[in-house]
């Protein structure tokens, strides 16, 4: 029957072509806009580590006070004092500092340039809490973190820049002046976005770090930050360039985040955070009630204050979404046109004998074949939009797009399932065709 119908199908779009084509035309124009937009949105919303970030937990603490803060939201970053005494305290099996800052490289061939890189001062757990593949050696040692040694972990980028590829653990690096030695070269790894210092880089989907440090040495070394550096209004602002200022200040420039495998290892730490927040306030550091936050790494990512995902890739999503609905709400239309015209013959085939689950059968068939081509349709269009997104989008999301297999079987997927929404109720009022009352007209 399946075949009948499908032959029935094409005779009718023979005989309907205008229609028939406006059709295609509306499911592939609004399933590719739909498409292009998805592919955008799924890169900016993605969980960039889905296998691990229900354990990963950011701890935030209220330092500002509530006249400052963010609709009840404590700040996003910490200040050096609450940094480091959440590091001291190991509250957990895992635990990192993090903030971004630029370095000066400077190559050992005097006829090279010096060149600036990006790099990320961390602690020694960073590697292991957020699965970073090795393709040389391997993260320094607890002892350099408490010697502040000068070690350093490089990109594969930079590691092709400088040695051409091989093995450059233990070989030394010039940066700023001073003198690292290489323990590790990270293999090709980017997650998109980069949520563990995606608030102190404004580009959490820009290129990897290319260099990563010690926390203890970059402080040592009074390297500044090159992310988020923000300060409460009621506190005074430090007095820059001293050093001292910057650490002893309620300003908020630092990531932390802990890793907590169980969920009791998560209750213990929040309660840990608010009796640390409770204890700074029967201190006088603080003057409100503790304000603790603890979210997972997708809580984390839905932060406002993040900016995460784009605010032209979640309205086009809105947007495409809605001029889909306005292209289906014209295909009922067009098909209840369609199919109404057909109700002489509609009337025959149930005096025939014909079931209305047979004329159900047969306009859902057509509605079917009708959505495959304006899915075909769509895989045209979505293949010349994606090549036009970094027109829309920011470059450093755009480039992140990709038009793979699953992609392409979604777009076709949309269009027959939207085509088959779309025809239900044309579908419905031609089956309710009265056979007598047609044979009736025609006599």
């Known amino acids: 029957m399946l075949a009948y119908y499908f032959d029935l199908a094409l005779r009718s779009c023979r005989r309907s072509k205008a229609l028939t084509a406006l059709v295609v035309l509306l499911m592939g124009c609004g399933v590719a806009t739909c498409m292009i937009t998805f592919a955008v949105f799924r890169v900016t919303a993605a969980d960039p580590i889905p296998w691990k970030s229900n354990q990963l937990f950011v701890p935030q603490i209220d330092n500002f006070g509530p006249v400052h803060d963010w609709q009840g939201e404590p700040p996003i970053l910490l200040s050096y004092t609450d940094a480091e005494a959440f590091l001291h305290a190991r509250q957990a099996r895992r635990q990192t500092l993090i ?73 030394e690096i010039n940066l700023d002046t001073h003198t690292y030695r290489i323990v590790g ?30 926390f203890s040495r970059a402080i040592d070394l009074q390297k500044a930050t090159s992310g988020s550096f923000y300060c409460s209004a009621d506190a005074p602002n430090p007095d820059l360039p001293n050093w001292d200022s910057v650490l002893h200040s309620e300003c908020a420039w630092i990531d932390a985040w802990v890793d ?10 929040r ?4 009796n640390y927040a409770a204890e700074q306030q029967r201190l006088g550091r603080f003057t409100w009630p503790p304000n603790v936050r603890l979210p997972n790494v997708r809580q984390w990512l839905g932060l406002h204050d993040n900016h995460v995902v784009p605010k032209a890739s979640a309205l086009s999503m809105i947007v495409s979404v809605s001029f889909l609905l306005i292209c289906l709400v014209n295909v009922v239309g067009l098909m209840l046109a369609r199919f109404m015209r057909r109700a002489p013959e509609i009337g025959v085939r149930r005096a025939l004998g014909a079931s209305r689950g047979a004329i159900y059968g047969q306009f859902l068939t057509e509605a079917a074949a009708i959505g495959l081509a304006g899915g075909v349709l769509g895989l045209l269009l979505t293949t010349l939009g994606m090549a036009g997104i970094g027109s829309v989008f920011e470059p450093e999301v755009a480039r992140l797009a990709r038009l793979d297999a699953s992609l392409l079987l979604l777009t076709v997927l949309v269009a027959v399932a939207a085509t088959l929404i779309a025809a239900l109720y044309p579908t419905w009022r031609a089956a309710q065709v009265q056979p007598a009352w047609q044979l009736k007209s025609n006599g």
Request: no cysteine.
């Open 99 to 171: 903030y971004g800052s630029k370095w000066t490289v400077l190559p050992d061939d005097a006829r090279r340039q010096p060149f600036s890189q990006e790099g990320d001062a961390v602690g020694r757990d960073f590697f292991a809490m957020f699965d970073a593949p090795f393709r040389y050696g391997g993260g320094w040692s607890a002892s350099d973190d408490d010697q502040r040694a000068a070690v350093v972990v490089i990109s594969s980028a930079l590691n092709q820049k400088l040695f051409g590829g091989a093995n450059s653990v233990d070989r």
């Open 185 to 214: 070269v990270l293999d090709d790894w980017n997650p998109s976005p980069r949520f563990f210092d995606v608030s102190s880089t404004f580009h959490p989907f820009s290129h990897p770090r290319q260099l990563y440090l010690p």
């Open 260 to 269: 907590l495998p169980t969920r009791a290892d998560v209750e213990n730490y």
């Open 271 to 274: 309660e840990y955070l608010h």
